[in-house]
């Protein structure tokens, strides 16, 4: 085989493989079902009991995890369309060691064994699938789990199962028409409530099959459909800028009470070297989250030794957000600021209108803050397909080919601006952080819903466009030998060819530069007419949370519609104090050009502000995996104790080519008036770098059955994960303020990085349904790879008379840009323990006896060597949570089922070199789902769901936990709906 599903041991013979095959199919209609297998006759007639349901579900999985060579688990459908979870990944976190990050509080991105999403391989029926992500890591929230048969997550690897995932390869497998012979049809409806939204949104699914009488040709078409109306209310702060003190470079303080009156120049200061948040932010983000799955597959047997399918699945995800905001962002100089002795500034106040009036010989060296109202989006189109063609062959009782050719490609396409009208502070907002929980928070705050003073300020459009095309071809040849204590030989090869490009459109593009983006920096403009100025309420915002009473209930909000109106109308571009900055011949040339852009950019709302293609920021890059592997395969017996193994390699060879532009920077120069970062290029010349590395990768997989119904394992494999391949980019991007400037791209050299994984496991299958097993696990990582954020050193020049340089004549500075990066080279090492247990209490006395659980604990403790001067020597791995456990209840009896779960996942390091070269780090994290369904006759079926019932929200922090990143909630959601099987 080529996928590197494994063949149940030869120990059990065909009537295992005959078994594994029956338990795995799924009926609406809960009737019998005849496996169709090339040795019924051998086999002659066998009484077969098919258990469906929750137990049937929980059956199927135990048989996948102990006919496997290697250690594996598995999640099954209860039925069809009956996936025990709404979403794959939700779904993928029942399973041992398994942990999810979500988006709008739907599970996105699992973490396996402490490895994040990046180093997690997975695939769709053995097959590459395509990802709308910068990088390789696959958003499960794409795919809706109503058309998935069943997820397997392998942890160990075997020489035919494909490379990528040093955490684990997952396997999404979807239903075959010839596994379920007969004519079936399973559809439900249902309504979706979220709590934060108040609404309901539908959610449709259906479900068809056939195959002819003889079982020789079958069709499946199965489509899912919903449209979810939610809500994400979130407060962060963008991070702790480090201010050290540096007069020239502007950080600076007022060493005086806010209250202060008539001071002068001696209250004015360096700030104490300190960590000082950027912002705070408050953020009401609307969202419809349309997504359409289609999945459809089709077979032809022939004759008895020959198998063609061809399958096909394709999903279309839709966001539509709005994210209404409040902002004040804090640049120096602070008013009288509070250090703590972790060098966390926990409370200042920041210059205002009223502040500059009662100080007047100061005014000119302190700078406005600014109450900022701001609607902004995160849209994202997503579009993916796979399709494949399979050929089974057996060419005698001895060696069977597989040939299997797939096409996947995935898109994701987004506009999402971003535009703030504000006004500066008519008194000084007071900024305080919390003790260790809660939000941070800005009071004081005075005129946020007086048009009056409101002005227009910073734009950008950027729009982001992702293509991911994989082309695979695999071919597998096994030889059952049968020799001695051998027992087959495989060979095979796969060819992989995946490009990516990654285009960007914004407002900082060298085609529009300074004087798009900045076009209304300062607050000099007052729109004439303010009416499209709605007031926006913040009621009900994160309740409960400590900080959130202090919310402002009110501020002003806008339409992109409006916005845009009002910025590309020729009174506000054509009005002198746009640009105060520039000679009345510079202003008419930058005002003629905003008017022509605009006029050019046609039926586009941006107007002027329609984005353009930045090329430095933009990349492409193609990789080709050649690969091989022989894998063979033994058994025997110890005396009484039957024994099995593999033992094999796999080599890879990974080629890359990255291409784009080189666009030289000639000049970096803070905007006039304001603190924007400018940046002038020079002619771009295009560049392309060619990369190509080796792998090889032995496994030794064995297994020892102690007794009937116990597992043994010990498993020695070497792994890769290959560099994200928005790492691999020869892009360069550059941005933020003068004050707080940040750079990054991308690294074309970048080589796999490896792991040496040792397992161990024991398990105990003591019925049907009831398991406990306990395994030990050690990961030896070289040329390890993770993104690192470090202080690179430029020049930026200052403007005369800005309040960074208050002086007659330009002035150049050496500035800290904190530069984003991937490098190879470091090593380290995981260790960690999965105890898991499920059972069915059928000893229990009527009606108890329907009651089961599931229940799974994971440790992980790491150790990591990080490269010297890197600032991050006390992090950890990126997503490792030390503790994380699952705990599930169920019954089933009769027409009745029912399961409520809690899932936790301890603090962990969500990642190293986050905002200003910071550790970003989550809190720990616990939800309670759970679902129940009515049986009303053999074909009807009511079912009711509940998603985060408790409200669970998320907390993130850096370092410290008052020094605040984040806050979010999306609430709770509930669908209630009726299923029919016929």
């Not at 095959?21 to 799924?26: I, R």
């Not at 004040?328 to 209108?353: A, C």
């Not at 994701?412 to 928070?441: K, Q, Y």
């Not at 003068?738 to 080589?751: D, I, Y």
Request: proline share 5%; with cysteine; hydrophobic share 35%.
């Amino acid at each position: 085989m080529s996928y590197g599903f494994q063949r149940p041991s030869r120990r059990n013979g065909r009537l295992a493989l005959l078994a594994s095959v029956a338990g795995l199919a799924v009926f609406a209609s809960g009737s019998p079902v005849v496996a169709q297998d090339d040795a019924d006759e051998d086999l002659g007639e066998i009484e077969q009991i098919f258990v469906t349901g929750i137990r049937g579900s929980l059956q199927q999985s135990l048989d996948v995890k102990r006919d496997a060579r290697q250690i594996v688990d598995a999640v099954s459908a209860e039925d069809v369309g009956k996936f025990p979870d709404s979403n794959v990944a939700e779904a993928l976190q029942r399973i041992t060691g398994v942990s999810i990050d979500r988006s709008g509080g739907e599970g996105q991105f699992i973490t396996v064994r402490g490895l994040g999403p990046e180093f997690n391989a997975v695939l769709l029926n053995g097959r590459t699938i395509a990802t709308d992500n910068d990088g390789r890591e696959f958003s499960f929230d794409v795919l809706s789990s109503d058309i998935i048969q069943r997820a397997e997550v392998y942890k160990s690897a075997t020489p035919n199962l494909q490379s990528g995932g040093i955490g684990s390869v997952v396997n999404i497998v979807t239903a075959r028409p010839l596994d379920r012979p007969g004519t079936s049809f399973t559809a439900s409806a249902a309504g979706l409530y979220d709590t934060l939204r108040d609404k309901f949104s539908p959610e449709i699914t259906g479900v068809a099959s056939w195959t002819n009488d003889d079982d020789t040709v079958g069709f499946l078409l199965g489509a899912s459909y919903s449209n979810r109306k939610s809500q994400e209310d979130s407060s962060f702060t963008n991070g702790f800028a480090l201010r050290d003190g540096a007069v020239n470079a502007g950080d600076i303080a007022v060493n005086a009470p806010e209250s202060s009156t008539g001071l002068d120049p001696s209250a004015i200061g360096p700030i104490p070297t300190s960590r000082v948040q950027q912002q705070v932010v408050h953020s009401r983000d609307v969202q419809d989250r349309e997504r359409l799955t289609i999945s459809g597959a089709a077979q032809w047997r022939p004759m008895d030794n020959l198998l063609f399918t061809v399958d096909g699945l394709y999903s279309r995800f839709d966001v539509e957000s709005l994210a209404t905001q409040f902002s004040g962002f804090f640049s120096p100089p602070f008013i009288n600021p509070v250090i703590d002795e972790n060098g966390t500034v926990v409370s200042f106040s920041r210059p205002s209108v009223d502040f500059q009036n009662r100080n007047p010989l100061i005014a000119d060296v302190v700078g406005l803050s600014q109450n900022d109202n701001v609607i902004t989006a995160n849209n994202r189109l997503a579009e993916t397909y796979v399709i494949g063609g399979n050929v089974e062959y057996d060419l005698n009782e001895s060696v069977s080919v597989e040939l299997d050719v797939s096409k996947s490609r995935a898109t994701r396409d987004g506009t999402n601006p971003f535009v703030v009208i504000g006004a500066l502070a008519p008194e000084s907002p007071l900024i305080e952080i919390p003790n260790d929980n809660g939000i941070s928070t800005i009071t004081n705050l005075v005129g946020l819903t007086d048009r009056s003073i409101q002005r227009l300020h910073f734009v950008n459009v950027a729009r982001d466009e992702v293509e991911d095309d994989i082309f695979e071809a695999s071919l597998g040849v096994d030889w059952d030998v049968n020799r001695g204590p051998l027992a087959v030989v495989s060979v095979g090869g796969l060819y992989t060819d995946r490009s990516k490009e990654q285009q960007v459109f914004d407002n900082f593009s060298p085609t529009q530069g300074g004087n798009i983006f900045c076009a209304y920096c300062g607050y000099n403009v007052a729109p004439p007419d303010t009416s499209f100025l709605t007031e926006f309420s913040f009621e009900g915002f994160l309740s409960g949370v400590p900080g959130a009473e202090t919310v402002a209930p009110q501020i002003l909000a806008f339409t992109f519609e409006d916005a845009f109106r009002v910025l590309n109308d020729t009174v506000n571009i054509t009005n002198p104090a746009r640009q105060p900055g520039l000679s009345p011949e510079e202003f008419a040339a930058n005002a003629a050009d905003l008017i022509a852009r605009r006029d050019a950019a046609g039926d586009s709302i941006f107007g002027f502000y329609t984005p353009d293609l930045n090329p430095g920021a933009s990349f492409a890059v193609d990789e080709q995996i050649f690969a091989v592997y022989l894998n063979t395969e033994w058994e025997g017996d110890f005396g009484d104790l039957p024994w099995s193994a593999n033992v094999g390699f796999r080599v890879a060879i990974t080629e890359t080519t990255s291409t784009g532009v080189d666009q030289p920077v000639i000049e970096f120069r803070e905007s006039p008036g304001d603190t924007q970062l400018l940046i002038m290029f020079g002619p771009s010349t295009p560049v392309s770098v060619d990369n190509r590395y080796v792998n090889f990768m032995p496994s030794v997989n064995f297994r020892v059955d102690p007794t009937d119904n116990t597992v043994l394992r010990l498993s020695y494999t070497e792994t890769v994960t290959r560099p994200t391949l928005t790492a691999l980019g020869v892009n360069n991007t550059f941005g933020g303020r003068s004050n707080a400037p940040v750079s990054g791209g991308g690294n074309p050299f970048l080589e796999a990085f490896e792991s040496e994984n040792y397992d161990v496991s024991f398990e105990w299958y003591f019925d049907d349904v009831g398991f406990f097993g306990i395994a030990g696990f050690h990961k030896e990582f070289s040329n390890f790879l993770e993104s690192q954020t470090l202080p690179v050193i430029r020049p930026i020049v200052f403007p005369a008379g800005n309040v960074s340089n208050p002086t007659d004549m330009d002035v150049t500075r050496d500035v800290a840009f904190q530069d984003t990066r991937d490098p190879n080279g470091e090593s380290g090492s995981i260790t960690g323990v999965e105890v898991a247990f499920q059972m069915v209490f059928d000893s229990l006395p009527s009606p108890w006896d329907g009651l089961g659980t599931q229940i799974n604990y994971t440790y992980v403790t790491s150790s990591i060597d990080r490269a010297e001067g890197s600032g991050a020597a006390d992090c950890d791995y990126n997503g490792l949570s030390p503790h994380s456990f699952n705990i599930s209840g169920f019954y089933e009896k009769d027409r009745i089922q029912a399961r409520i779960a809690y899932n936790y996942r301890d603090e962990f390091l969500f990642q190293c070199f986050s905002n200003f070269s910071e550790p970003r780090q989550r809190e720990a994290f616990g939800q309670v789902d759970f679902s129940a369904a009515f049986d009303v006759n053999d074909w009807i079926q009511i079912f009711a769901e509940g998603v985060n019932i408790l409200g669970a929200d998320t907390r993130d922090f850096s370092r410290f936990p008052n020094r605040f990143l984040t806050y979010s909630n999306t609430g709770s959601r509930y669908l209630i709906g009726v299923r029919g099987s016929f």
